[in-house]
Nanobody, 126 residues
């Protein structure tokens, strides 16, 4: 079992930065691949970024590539999402998610992940 708690959301002006963190419980955190998804008001949840258990591979949605960066600290059981050059369209609730292994499943699909946090809200003003 893994429990996930996100933090770091808030209100920021367009062009600004935020760093989201996801704290995970459990001693086997470093065995889990992690993802960030987001859900804007009135829209479906969408993939943002993912990182493998080793941290050796990262993946990004085209909409955030070059602006967002995912990383993990396996000693501290955290995964972070550094968000730069934020745009109003980045406004959403951001969720972190975990899966023991991708096993051939797509990292950008919500159903791949077994554990989810409650989300942290990000608002980008224009």
């Amino acid at each position: 079992q893994v429990q996930l708690v996100e933090s770091g959301g808030g209100l920021v002006q367009a062009g600004g930065s935020l760093r989201l963190s996801c704290a995970a419980s459990g001693r086997t955190f470093n065995n889990y691949a992690m993802g960030w998804f987001r859900q804007a008001p009135g829209k479906e949840r969408e993939f943002v970024a993912a990182i493998t258990s080793s941290g050796g591979s990262t993946y990004y949605a085209d909409s955030v590539k070059g602006r967002f960066s995912i990383s993990r600290g396996n000693v501290k059981n955290t995964v972070s999402l550094q968000m730069n050059s934020l745009k109003p369209e980045d406004t959403a609730v951001y969720y972190c998610a975990a899966v023991l292994r991708y096993g051939g499943r797509r990292y950008d699909v919500e159903g791949t992940y077994d554990y989810w946090g409650q989300g942290t809200e990000v608002t980008v003003s224009s």
